[in-house]
């Protein structure tokens, strides 16, 4: 077993080499999710009639983002994300009803772009190759 995790992590050093343009394609990627996350708050803002301008967005954002690392120490998330903003609610201008309400209608959109995604995935016709893979002999 031993060799077998010496090899893979060889193998692995061996492709993980990331070029400057691959840094910044990833560093740009990385850059439109978070801007989508943005717009995606300031549109769960509006649809829950509440004012939406740019600091309060990023604000309620940070809120949505620490409740996400707090969540990592609670089994499954449970709960995290909708508490967070809960207990914020004051600082953010928000009752604590609308505040649960804004983070499951943000939770509802992640699950329906995941199940679109998903769909897409199966539904459309794929390559099947083994560009990118590395095999490990036992």
């Not at 943005?38 to 620490?66: M, T």
């Not at 449970?78 to 649960?100: H, I, M």
Request: proline share 2%; net charge positive.
């Amino acid at each position: 077993l031993i060799k077998r995790l010496e090899g893979f992590g060889l193998a692995f050093d061996a492709t993980a080499g990331a070029s400057a343009a691959n840094l910044a394609r990833s560093l740009a990627w990385e850059s439109a999710g978070r801007v989508t996350q943005v717009v995606q708050c300031g549109v769960a803002l509006a649809a829950i009639g509440q004012a939406s301008g740019l600091l309060r967005i990023l604000v309620v954002r940070g809120a949505l983002i620490l409740g996400s690392a707090v969540g990592d120490f609670i089994p499954g998330q449970l709960g995290a994300t909708e508490a967070t903003l809960v207990l914020g609610a004051g600082t953010l201008g928000l009752t604590a009803a609308t505040a649960a309400t804004l983070a499951l209608l943000i939770h509802a959109a992640q699950i329906l772009l995941g199940l679109l995604c998903a769909g897409l995935t199966v539904a459309l016709p794929g390559r099947q190759g083994t560009a990118g893979r590395v095999e490990v002999a036992p």
